[in-house]
C-alpha cells in the first residue's frame, strides 16, 4: 500500500485501479462516438479509451484542487477525474488495470 502526503492531505492510493466507472457498454459506445477526450468520458471510461497510462486531469484545475484540499482523493470518482492533482493512477508509477469492475485486478 502506498500513502502520501501532498499539502496535509493524506492518500492512500494503492487501493485505487483504473477501470471504467460507468457500465463497459456506455464506454464502448462513447468511444465509438469518438468522446474519449471530452469530460466526463475521460474520467469515467479510463480504461476502454485506453487511458490507464495517461497522467492529466480529467476535471478542472479549480476542482480538483478543491477536492485534494477537503481530502477527496481517495475517492474512486475524484482519483480519476483528478488523477494528475491527487497523485493517484497513472501520476504514481504504479498502475493497476482491471477488464470489468467484477473482475480481480491483475
Known amino acids: ?9 493524506l492518500l492512500v492510493n ?4 483504473c477501470q471504467d ?10 468511444k465509438a462516438g469518438g468522446n474519449c477526450d471530452e469530460y466526463p ?9 485506453g487511458r490507464c497510462d495517461k497522467c492529466y486531469d480529467a ?3 479549480i476542482t480538483c484542487e478543491g477536492e ?6 481517495g475517492d474512486i470518482e475524484v482519483a480519476h477525474a483528478c488523477s494528475r492533482t ?21
Open 68 to 73: 485534494l484540499e477537503k481530502g477527496n482523493c
Open 14 to 17: 494503492g487501493d485505487i485501479v
Open 86 to 106: 491527487c497523485a493517484t493512477l497513472s501520476c504514481t508509477g504504479n498502475i493497476h488495470e482491471i477488464v470489468h469492475q467484477h473482475d480481480q485486478v491483475r
Open 41 to 49: 468520458w475521460n474520467a469515467k471510461c479510463r480504461k476502454t479509451c
Open 21 to 30: 466507472l460507468v457500465e463497459e457498454i456506455i464506454c464502448i459506445e462513447e
Open 1 to 9: 500500500m502506498c500513502i502520501l502526503v501532498i499539502h496535509g492531505a
Open 59 to 61: 476535471s478542472n484545475f
